[in-house]
């Protein structure tokens, strides 16, 4: 069935497809703050990194439901826990999931974009004095998510 977002039946069935989908990979709710949508994440084994989906949907008691149109879309991406306790980002799905077209066809791009960043995240660089790993800046450079040159510098 096509989705139509202007149907709360739609963004209902929409919001417990996804759920269904995050429990079926193994992802669990997360409280992010600032956040005032459902967000699932799953730690990949022995990297200090998080995988997140944000899913444009608005928790309920009963689940979730998907927001009416709108400017938002489902985002996927990965963050690393520093020693800090600080989070960097380390990386993000090359495309948005638009909520259009069919309800299955949005939770497999959903579940598409998913796999996309956990194989980023798991395989990307690490530096090479901590270990942790490195994230492009904005000017394209691969920078660790330690920032351990600083604390050498200033050592």
Known sequence: MKYDPNS??????LGAALLLKMEETGFSRVEREGTHEAVFGREIPDTGITVLVYTSCNPTKAGA???????DAIRVCAVYRREDGRERGVAK???RVH?????TDVV??????MREVWKLAATGARCSDCGAPKFLSRRKNLVCAE?????????
Do not use: I, M, Y
């Open 108 to 113: 497999s791009r959903t579940h598409s974009r």
């Open 65 to 71: 439901t998907a927001r009416s149109c709108g400017t």
């Open 8 to 13: 709360l039946t739609d963004r209902r069935a």
């Open 93 to 95: 799905a090359d495309k």
């Open 147 to 155: 920032v351990c040159w600083s604390k050498t510098v200033a050592a």
């Open 99 to 103: 909520r259009v077209g069919r309800l």
